[in-house]
C-alpha cells in the first residue's frame, strides 16, 4: 500500500526543529530534516531554510540553488529574495546583488505584499552591517555598495550616511564624500561622531580652517570625545 503524503502545513513541526539546528550550528541535522521534507512536497519556505543551513556551512553554491528554487516556486518571496541578495554581496558579487534588490523595491512599489517600515528597517540594517564588515577590513568600493542600499530603503539613518561619506572618503572620492556631509549638516546638528569624520575630510582635503571648524563643533556636542580631541591638535 502506496504511504499517503503529508499536506504541507503538517511540516511546520519538523520545519521548526531544523530552524532550531542551524541556529545551534547543526548543519548537517537541519539539511537531513529540509531534504527529507523536499522529497515529498517542493516548497520555497524549505528551499530558503536549506539555503541558510548552506550559507551558514559555507556551502555557497548549494545555498545560491536553494535561494534560487525558493524564488522559481514564489518569485515574490522577499526573504528569499533578500537572502539571495546578501549572499551575492558577501561573495563580492555586487552587480547580481544590487540586481535582486532593485527587484525587491520594484515589487514593494507595486503593492503586492508592499515592503512595510519594519521590514525596510530590518533589510537596510542588514545591509549596514555587511557595509561595517567590508569597511573594517578596507574594502571600500563594497562597503559603499552596501551602504548606499542602506540608504536608500532607510534615507534617515544618520549612522549610516555618515559611515557612507567616510567610505567614500577611504576610498579616494573626497569631493564626493563631502557633498554627502553638506547634505546632511542639518540633520547632524547633535551628532559628534559625523562632524569629527567631516574634520578628517576637511583635513583630507587640505582644509584646516573647515575641518577645524568641524572637530570644534564635535566637541562642543561631546566634550570627552578622545578623536575631535586629537584631532584639533593637528590645527
Given at each position: 500500500?502506496?504511504?499517503?503524503?503529508?499536506?504541507?502545513?503538517?511540516?511546520?513541526g519538523?520545519?521548526?526543529?531544523?530552524?532550531?539546528?542551524?541556529?545551534?550550528?547543526e548543519?548537517?541535522?537541519?539539511?537531513?530534516?529540509?531534504?527529507e521534507?523536499?522529497?515529498?512536497?517542493?516548497?520555497?519556505?524549505?528551499?530558503?531554510?536549506?539555503?541558510?543551513?548552506?550559507?551558514?556551512?559555507?556551502?555557497?553554491?548549494?545555498?545560491?540553488?536553494?535561494?534560487?528554487?525558493?524564488?522559481?516556486?514564489?518569485?515574490?518571496?522577499?526573504?528569499?529574495?533578500?537572502?539571495?541578495?546578501?549572499?551575492?554581496?558577501?561573495?563580492?558579487?555586487?552587480?547580481?546583488?544590487?540586481e535582486?534588490?532593485?527587484?525587491?523595491?520594484?515589487?514593494?512599489?507595486?503593492?503586492?505584499?508592499?515592503?512595510?517600515?519594519?521590514?525596510?528597517?530590518?533589510?537596510a540594517?542588514?545591509?549596514?552591517?555587511?557595509?561595517?564588515?567590508?569597511s573594517?577590513?578596507?574594502?571600500y568600493?563594497?562597503?559603499?555598495?552596501?551602504?548606499?542600499?542602506?540608504?536608500?530603503?532607510?534615507?534617515?539613518?544618520?549612522?549610516?550616511?555618515?559611515?557612507?561619506?567616510?567610505?567614500?572618503?577611504?576610498?579616494?572620492?573626497k569631493?564626493?564624500?563631502?557633498?554627502?556631509?553638506?547634505?546632511?549638516?542639518?540633520?547632524?546638528?547633535?551628532?559628534?561622531?559625523?562632524?569629527?569624520?567631516?574634520?578628517?575630510?576637511?583635513?583630507?582635503?587640505?582644509?584646516?580652517?573647515?575641518?577645524?571648524?568641524?572637530?570644534?563643533?564635535?566637541?562642543?556636542?561631546?566634550?570627552?570625545?578622545?578623536?575631535?580631541?586629537?584631532?584639533?591638535?593637528?590645527?
Amino acid at each position: 500500500m502506496k504511504a499517503v503524503k503529508k499536506a504541507p502545513s503538517e511540516y511546520q513541526g519538523q520545519i521548526q526543529i531544523g530552524k532550531d539546528f542551524i541556529r545551534a550550528g547543526e548543519y548537517k541535522k537541519a539539511e537531513k530534516i529540509f531534504l527529507e521534507i523536499l522529497k515529498e512536497h517542493k516548497l520555497a519556505d524549505v528551499y530558503n531554510h536549506l539555503g541558510l543551513t548552506y550559507a551558514e556551512s559555507g556551502d555557497f553554491k548549494a545555498a545560491e540553488f536553494s535561494f534560487q528554487k525558493a524564488l522559481k516556486i514564489n518569485p515574490n518571496y522577499m526573504e528569499a529574495a533578500l537572502n539571495l541578495s546578501v549572499l551575492y554581496n558577501n561573495l563580492g558579487f555586487q552587480k547580481k546583488s544590487k540586481e535582486i534588490y532593485a527587484k525587491l523595491k520594484a515589487y514593494g512599489k507595486a503593492g503586492r505584499g508592499a515592503m512595510d517600515p519594519l521590514l525596510m528597517s530590518k533589510i537596510a540594517n542588514l545591509y549596514a552591517e555587511i557595509g561595517n564588515l567590508y569597511s573594517g577590513v578596507g574594502e571600500y568600493k563594497a562597503a559603499v555598495g552596501a551602504y548606499e542600499s542602506a540608504v536608500d530603503l532607510c534615507p534617515d539613518y544618520l549612522d549610516v550616511q555618515t559611515k557612507l561619506a567616510t567610505s567614500l572618503r577611504e576610498l579616494g572620492k573626497k569631493d564626493k564624500a563631502l557633498e554627502v556631509f553638506r547634505k546632511l549638516k542639518r540633520k547632524a546638528s547633535n551628532y559628534a561622531p559625523f562632524w569629527v569624520s567631516l574634520g578628517v575630510t576637511h583635513y583630507a582635503l587640505n582644509q584646516p580652517k573647515e575641518a577645524k571648524k568641524a572637530w570644534s563643533k564635535a566637541l562642543k556636542i561631546e566634550p570627552s570625545n578622545p578623536s575631535a580631541k586629537a584631532y584639533l591638535k593637528l590645527v
